[in-house]
């Protein structure tokens, strides 16, 4: 009994509940906890061989390779999808462009991972792991890193970004150690716990980093490497090791010992040992993936809240569970599993305990205690859900607030309608035209009006002005090309100065309505170099441009579909241009716009999107509540959204005339959640297996299912 009242104390130690349970909510209620895991992931080819070659020898493999997912980051992050009980799991990893990264994120996704923030490396190839497997069960294994070895420099504001409102940050060694201590000096000042897995590259960790961490985890051979070689054979000279690593600043130390269990070295120097549980059915099968499993289930334990005694015990039953099948991923159990293994380890420990209390003294009242609502924190809960919950913000077209005046006594102007907007549920971004809105306006003032209705700026959105109706980056006058180029710039400077992460161009101008009218090469080449002037003067905001095929300004734009879009792109040739697709610009176009995300996700392209919905009749756009028409091709937007990891915002680019346009941005917002909701079910229900066979019927026939549920 007095164990359980030290290890509650322990816990404290280890940081105030309060920082463990880190920054976006208390334990009961209130929004999910996040536990967001940075690292890599690999797509790992397995080849089954009799024996490794010798140096300049081929041998063949015994039958077919296997490719699965892999990496450690990518491995902790589904764990930590199935073992969470309410807490969501975010993983931020850089992937390839390759048929390996859309595995990697389809098979993330199936797991209710958010990997909204994953990157998608353009021309880049996913980290592979090549996996070779003797008979005897002897694993040798070579990692090409790939994009997990290319990570943009991360600036300080990134970082702070990248973790703010996790509850605690997992981290590895498969990514360069400079993401690791930016990560981590980020998470730091925002009292956000790191949990460092030592497992990874063998390299040299900095004191500053040992300090930075609340937690960090090796194995025994990293303890052994990273203490310049110490003895580690017995759980004395463990403890010894790990003594040293907190003399350089480490704060607490987690090793696994394999079959051996865990020891953990709690910040107050306090030890605690946990043997390793029996392993189901009594045969180890397969220990890849078990380390992972372990530290995945130690950091839910202790974000829930729960005693260090109980997180050990926890770990340790998915550790042994991970060890009884074969694989990474799919060896990881499901919470009740580990619940029930855990369970029955503490009732025998308890039954020990009462054995050992019967032939002894009772202990004295006040020391009996309490862990009871840590235990149940642990426990039930059922099936790990497949409806991650929808991670995107959104913004709604501000020029829709002008309408119905009758309904809002508030000012008539664009900061007004900030106000209005304000009013709208579930709404947190504006989207303001340049000049138009921001014309007269000081930064401060704006600032202020967007404080005022609780809202951020989400993106500058450029609007030539009609003297620039010859063109405007394509205008025939050199002179009003550089003007049309300086007034981009300057729409990225109150971009900048209004904290929006994006400077949207559509331009009204940049094309011809005859025949015969413009040499087209010519236009292409102004349009690359008046996007290249912008790009460079900007290099931190993400430049995108939205093209539309057609209107009443311009019979046929520079621009005119998604394809010429990319092709731009492309020939632009810069990291921050990408594209904003509007679903009714690509309807005009002719196009599915689901297949449109899937071709500009899929080049790691896609910065905005701009929803609403349309007939499409000769001469109209619409600009009607997303899914109203095409509900359909909305589901399926959004199912490609989540498929190419979209990290842009939404934008609701309808037009309300008759409709109260605060009550009807508030359903665009529902209406998207709802399909995002049901975009993750399709997946859960396995329609990637109609997919691949092309099997139409049986797609309608799922969704039929649904919808009867
Ligand atoms: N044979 C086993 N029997 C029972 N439990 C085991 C066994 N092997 C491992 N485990 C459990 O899994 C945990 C982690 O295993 P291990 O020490 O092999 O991690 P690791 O070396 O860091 O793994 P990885 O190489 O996957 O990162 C152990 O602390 C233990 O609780
Ligand atoms: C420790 O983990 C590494 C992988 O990170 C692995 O190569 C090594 O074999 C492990 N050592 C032990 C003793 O399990």
Redesign the pocket.
Known sequence: MLLFVIAACVARGLGSEARWRGGSSGSDGGAARTLLVIGAANADIIVDVDRLPVAGETVCARDGVRVVPGG?GCNQAIAVARLGDGVAARFVAQLGADSHGAMLVNTLLEHGVDVSRCVRQPGGDSGQGYVFLEPGGTVSSIVAAGANGCWPELTAEACAQLVAGASAVLLQREVPERVNEAVAAAACAQRIPVLQD???EDRPISDAQLRRCALIS?????LHRLTGGMPVGSDAEVVAAAGTLRARGARSVLI?L?ARGAILVAEDGSVHRQPALAVPGGAVVD?TGA?DCFRSAFALGLIEGVPLHRCLRFAAAAGAIAVSRLGAVPSIPTRAEVEALADAAEDAAAAAAAAAAAASPPPAVGAAGGDGDGASRLRGGGAPGTDAPCPLEFASRLNSMKDRPELWAGEQSPLGWVARQGQVAGLGLVDFNFPQHLDGLDVQRVRDALAGAGLRAGAICLRYPKRMQAGAMTHPDERVRAEAVAMTIAAGEWAKALGAKELVVWSAYDGYDYSLQVDYAQLWQRVVDGFRAVCDAHPELKVSLEFKPTDENTRFFAVPSTGAALLLVRDIDRPNMGLTLDLGHCLAAGENPAQSVAMVGGAGKLFGVQLNDGYQRLGAEDGLIFGSVHPSMALELCFWLQQVGFDGHVYFDTFPRNEDPVREAAYNIRAFKRLWAKAHRLRAEGVSTHMRAHDALGVLELLERMEGE
């Open positions: 450690k030592i497992g990874g090796p194995n025994l051979s990293e696994t394999g220990e380390g």
